[in-house]
């Protein structure tokens, strides 16, 4: 391709994907009380999981600082413009220190030309919009005409999630330990939404897997009546069958074009917990 794809690694993107449009990935960084490590590079989705029960513990993320952005800038050739897709600027320090990274290397080759999109979500809506973004570049979009579009689509990107459990949220600290053994108590699930702002917050709370999943697939309605030409995008933490069967669901009842699916890395495996599912689409533009 003639311009260059990059992301974070906050982005959770299906294997065939990343390889059909050579995405780089610049990794973000797990601190646990045994040290440090690096997303995708020294821990794995598998050593996450067994460090987080070794340790009974969550770990603290951190975004790339501006250098390791300006060292992966650097590796692609110069006369290769680079798009730069990165976690909502709402929830981390990335976007920020990618812009910083760019204006690093814009130091010494002014001529290179790198646009950083600050995506508003994360996971599998940064996979929406990588797929978007392949698909536009085997279309034959320019660079701006590219960049002008995917900025369009990033305030059309609707990202929703359902939690199966809220362990993680009291084991990270984000909910007390008494209001989650209530919530445990009463069977409470809790759905949340990625706002415009590119912020999480919780949309609803429901009594019951089965309802909190239903309510799930009935909010794509909300957002989008014309799904036969769009593709939804979804990630689960460590459950695929269930992942699957909300998908069978989904393309029962709204008959989307085609789906993507992958499964969470450490930084949403994180706050989402096992049994979590993300899905992202693009809303009509009247909504």
Known sequence: M????????SADIPAFLSEKIE??????YLHFSDGQYTSGVTMGIESYHEKVKE??????????SPHNFYEEYKKIPADKPIIMLSLSSALSSTYDHALAGKELL???????VIEVINT???????SLLLHEAGKKLDEGYSFDHLVEHLHERVEQTTTLFVLKTLENLVLGGRLEKMKGRIAKTLNIKILMKATD???????????????????FIDQIGEYTKNTENKIISMTHCRDEDRANSVLKEIQHKYRFKDS???????????YGGEGALVMAFFKDKNK
Not at 2 to 9: G, K, V, W
Not at 106 to 112: A, K, V
Not at 120 to 126: D, E, L, R, Y
Not at 197 to 215: M, T
């Open 2 to 9: 003639h311009i260059q794809l990059m992301t974070d690694s």
């Open 23 to 28: 995405v780089k990935v610049v990794p973000l």
């Open 55 to 64: 340790l009974g513990e969550l770990p603290r993320s951190a975004a790339p």
């Open 106 to 112: 814009l130091e010494e080759e002014p001529n290179r």
């Open 120 to 126: 508003k979500t994360a996971s599998c809506g940064i």
């Open 197 to 215: 702002e590119g912020n999480i917050e919780v949309a609803e709370k429901v009594r019951g897997d089965k309802k909190s999943i239903r309510r």
């Open 260 to 270: 993507l699916l992958a499964e969470t890395g450490p930084l949403i495996s994180t």
